[in-house]
């Protein structure tokens, strides 16, 4: 046992549940370890802390969750990278952008770029038909080769159809928008929602099925309030973490 859990214990004796007593313990040692470290084992943590295998497990579940550990079968469980700060929810930014202004390799995989029938919220956002033609695009996007965001985006088809000729892998799809299509996105509203990953989901951001994921659903607009974009987003819960400012209102100056 590392000497920055050796001098640790747990008290009894306090109403604090055990678990949760172990799990601040974890997170000021997970401090004083470097991204990829290999944490003690299950039971190792319950010899020396003298609690049971479950107790530990509700600990290591949750650091999980909260994505301060990963496990890997066979093998163990690591320490995990910091989560990337989001500040998707406050500027209207093209992702790329936004990436490489925080210092990281931003990447996108195209999944799908075709002309689809509207679903009926896709319908309900742009005042058409279920079934109406819309562009769709599905892209993967990735930061220094790890997945990070699954975003599934539909646009208006009688404006936007030639979009689908340029390679939206290396072009920022805003960028093409504004500069070929002289459309610039003004404001936008946006739902956040937690979620559990699907089967599809997982597999495709290489996170286990039932993981946490963050969704966010995006209606962009031009000037003029009309709908040009609705994008549904679905992010690994243990790679990002989003920032809000919220002011009050009515407030006198």
Not at 59 to 66: D, G, K, R, S, Y
Not at 164 to 171: A, Y
Request: glycine share 6%; aromatic share 8%; charged share 30%.
């Amino acid at each position: 046992m590392r000497r920055e859990l050796a001098d640790k214990s747990i008290d009894k004796s306090i109403p604090i549940p055990l678990y949760f007593q172990l799990k601040e313990i974890l997170l000021g040692f997970l401090e004083t370890l470097d991204d990829g470290d290999l944490i003690p084992t299950e039971v190792e943590l319950c010899e020396h802390f003298d609690i049971s295998r479950p107790t530990v497990r509700q600990a290591i579940n949750e650091l999980v969750t909260e994505g301060h550990i990963i496990r890997r079968k066979g093998k163990g469980s690591f320490v995990t990278r910091t989560k990337i700060k989001q500040d998707f929810l406050l500027v209207l930014e093209s992702f790329n952008t936004e990436m490489q202004q925080k210092g990281l390799e931003p990447e996108t995989r195209l999944l799908s770029a075709v002309i689809r029938g509207a679903s009926a919220q896709a319908a309900e956002v742009f005042g058409i038909k279920t079934g109406d033609d819309l562009v769709f695009i599905s892209r993967l996007r990735s930061i220094n080769k790890e997945p990070i965001v699954l975003v599934n985006t539909w646009l208006p088809a009688d404006r936007f159809t030639p979009i689908l000729e340029h390679d939206l892998e290396v072009e920022s799809l805003y960028t093409v928008m504004e500069q070929q299509f002289s459309c610039v996105l003004t404001s936008t509203k946006r739902m956040l929602e937690a979620r559990i990953a699907g089967n599809f989901e997982a597999e495709t951001l290489s996170i286990e099925p039932g993981d946490p994921i963050q969704f966010i659903e995006t209606i962009a607009c031009e000037d003029d309030g009309a709908p040009v974009e609705f994008s549904l987003a679905y992010y690994r819960g243990d790679r990002n973490r989003f920032s809000l400012e919220v002011a009050r209102r009515g407030v006198p100056a």
